[in-house]
């Protein structure tokens, strides 16, 4: 389950409870915390930081990499390769092995990181990529989504409009 929590930003600021928002502790947070960052629809960039304790964010920056390294480098490397060597040879048999053997590398490079970040978690955490979501904004009104729901209420209740 989630919660969604709709709060008001004073003059774009919001106060984010001093727990972890994936596992909800208060031990090892960052200082800072991360960044989410969203632009409203004035073209207004709003950055907040979002605490998060070393664990988590050790667990949330193994997904992430994985997302990136697969997207980004992975999938369109092989698809090159793929194309180039099926035009050298003109082979459509090659082309389609090359095809599958994308999807496959892609499917089995996305499990092994799912597992790393998954051993990375510990019990009390909420999601291994995305405790929160930025839901929308209207009139200085913001939707955010949490998956840890004591934390979605804690949120919500410091952040209650007057």
Wanted: net charge positive; glycine share 8%; with cysteine.
């Amino acid at each position: 389950m989630s919660r969604s929590a709709t709060v008001l930003a004073k003059n774009g600021k919001l106060l984010w409870p001093h727990l972890c928002v994936c596992c909800g502790t208060s031990h090892d947070l960052l200082d800072s915390g991360e960044p989410l960052t969203r632009t409203t629809a004035m073209g207004n960039k709003l950055t907040w930081h979002v605490p998060y304790c070393l664990s988590c964010k050790a667990h949330r920056h193994a997904a992430r990499r994985g997302i990136v390294l697969v997207g980004g480098f992975v999938v369109p490397a092989f698809l090159f390769l793929t194309i180039v060597y099926a035009i050298q040879w003109q082979s459509w048999p090659t082309f389609f092995a090359g095809v599958s053997a994308c999807i496959g590398g892609t499917w089995l490079l996305t499990k092994l990181n799912k597992i790393k970040a998954n051993a990375l978690m510990h019990s009390t955490c909420s999601h291994p990529f995305a405790p929160i979501r930025y839901l929308s904004s209207s009139g200085g009104k913001h939707t955010f989504e949490f998956v840890n729901e004591t934390y979605g209420a804690a949120f919500e209740a410091m952040n209650k409009d007057s």
